[in-house]
């Protein structure tokens, strides 16, 4: 998934920065992916028939997991040295009325996220938490979600895969793609009454908030960078974590609209 796939692409970032780049992909897309232009495959699931060597991790990559990547890592680039060079980013191909095209696509979606990004409280006292997803869905609206009862099952599907407790929290990511999703959105559901979940790192945690976040089954990748951004975003530190359990709407807005200018200035090329 995008969401558990961007935290992971952020502990890669700060722990492996001899990686130069990342791309992530949904499992629908990976018959779609030239598999010879990457040196490393990771994955958060198991992969059958897959027809290369891959890693499973999981998306918070623990301390064990880390120091195997960084052993795979240095047997790879003795095994394989002349294959790792350095690759220059072919993005834009120095095409600048499509890089401004791009950027200009980019900003307006970004914008539609920020301006449409709820902070809701959500009375859930004595439901369980498959009435309480019920209820955030609910709570979305017919101008995000075409079929209810299709995305509750979605969402239901995601978490019964693997946890999507955030450690050291009380927030959960609660995500999925579906084609009952018109497009994407992102919201923020304050609960009355917390929900034990189980976190990543496999200890429970007391969840207050839930992070819902919604996308139709064929993302762009603008859509998907965007998404990807806000999941990463969450777990960039202590204070951006205390940002996502505490902040109110027009905050979260407000440092929202501002990473996603950052990463769009750091995209162009002149």
């Known amino acids: ?39 490393i495959v990771l994955s958060t699931l198991r992969l059958p028939g897959f027809p290369r060597e891959y890693q499973i991790v999981s998306p918070l990559l623990t301390k064990e997991e ?12 003795r095994k394989y040295f002349a294959k790792v060079a350095t690759r220059k980013n072919k993005q834009f191909n ?18 539609e996220l920020v301006n449409e990004l709820q902070v809701k409280k959500v009375d859930n006292t004595g439901l369980d ?22 995305v509750v099952t979605a969402l239901e599907k995601r978490e019964r895969l693997a946890p999507i407790g955030l450690p050291d929290s009380s927030l959960a990511l609660l995500h999925t793609t579906s084609c009952a999703i018109k497009r994407c959105h992102f919201a923020i559901f304050e609960l009355t009454e917390p929900i034990t979940m189980q976190a990543m790192d496999q200890r429970l ?15 762009s990748q603008i859509e ?47």
């Not at 007391?206 to 996308?215: E, P, T, W, Y």
């Not at 951006?240 to 200035?265: N, V």
């Open 224 to 270: 998907q960078d965007a998404l990807g951004t806000i999941s990463s975003m969450i777990i960039m530190n202590d204070d951006a974590l205390t940002l996502f359990e505490q902040g109110d709407q027009k905050t979260l807005q407000s440092e929202l609209a501002k990473r996603f200018l950052k990463e769009i200035k750091s995209g162009i090329p002149i």
């Open 129 to 150: 938490l498959q009435q309480t997803i019920e209820k955030l869905v609910s709570e979305i609206g017919n101008n995000i979600i075409l079929n209810e009862a299709k």
């Open 1 to 39: 998934g995008i969401g558990t796939s961007s935290l992971l692409k952020q502990r890669l970032k700060k722990e492996l920065p001899q990686v130069e780049h990342f791309n992530l992909a949904r499992i629908q897309e990976l018959n779609e992916l030239e598999l010879a232009e990457y040196d």
């Open 94 to 111: 120095g095409k600048l009325p499509q890089t401004l095209s791009f950027i200009a696509a980019t900003a307006f979606f970004c914008t």
């Open 66 to 77: 880390l120091m195997r990547l960084k052993t795979y890592i240095k047997d790879y680039q």
């Open 205 to 219: 945690i007391a969840v207050k908030r839930m992070l819902v976040s919604l996308a139709p089954e064929n993302m």
